[in-house]
């Protein structure tokens, strides 16, 4: 009886060490999907922005927690559609997308979250007519209870239309 409770004892404990080891896994895989997601919206957004017109600049907003992109979805021109004018901004740990229906969540549990602008040389730059490509920061941690995991991820995405 005393070798079977030994055995069982030394069982639960690399039982309890796997459940640890799986929830860790799983939390980091949640940060780094949902992080990977937004990032790739957001890129693929800046490489279209400008699209369809030349009477308007692809970025009007280049703030390092705040962009506001354009582009003319219906090729008349102007920007006359609510869904022409896309803004992704952070507000407190949530990044959020502004389109024709409001300030919707993107990703939860941001921690950091900066926007670098380039212009055609290369240089940093403040003014958003001048913006060729954009560096874009992103750190998110895990909604998930239990160990915390943080991700972290870059990039940095030209403007195809300007």
């Known amino acids: 009886m005393a070798v079977l409770g030994v055995l069982m004892a030394g069982t639960l404990g690399i039982l309890e060490q796997g459940q640890r080891a799986y929830a860790t896994g799983a939390t980091r895989v949640e940060a780094q999907q949902n992080a990977r997601v937004a990032l790739t919206r957001l890129a693929a957004e800046i490489r279209g922005a400008g699209r369809g017109g030349r009477g308007f600049d692809a970025i009007s907003v280049a703030a390092p927690q705040r962009l506001k992109l354009h582009q003319d979805l219906n090729g ?3 920007l006359t559609l609510s869904a022409e004018t896309v803004t992704w ?3 407190d740990t949530t990044l959020r997308r502004s389109a024709a229906g409001g300030a919707q969540p993107v990703l939860y549990g941001v921690e950091h979250f ?5 212009d055609g040389a290369g240089a940093v730059t403040t003014s958003p007519a001048a913006v060729r490509s954009v560096g874009i920061t992103l750190s998110a941690r895990s909604q998930r209870a239990g160990p ?15």
């Not at 900066?114 to 380039?118: I, N, Q, S, V």
């Open 89 to 91: 901004r952070l507000g």
């Open 114 to 118: 900066a926007l670098t602008y380039f």
């Open 148 to 162: 915390a995991a943080t991700f972290v991820i870059a990039t940095r995405v030209r403007i195809r239309n300007r």
């Open 76 to 78: 008349d021109d102007l």
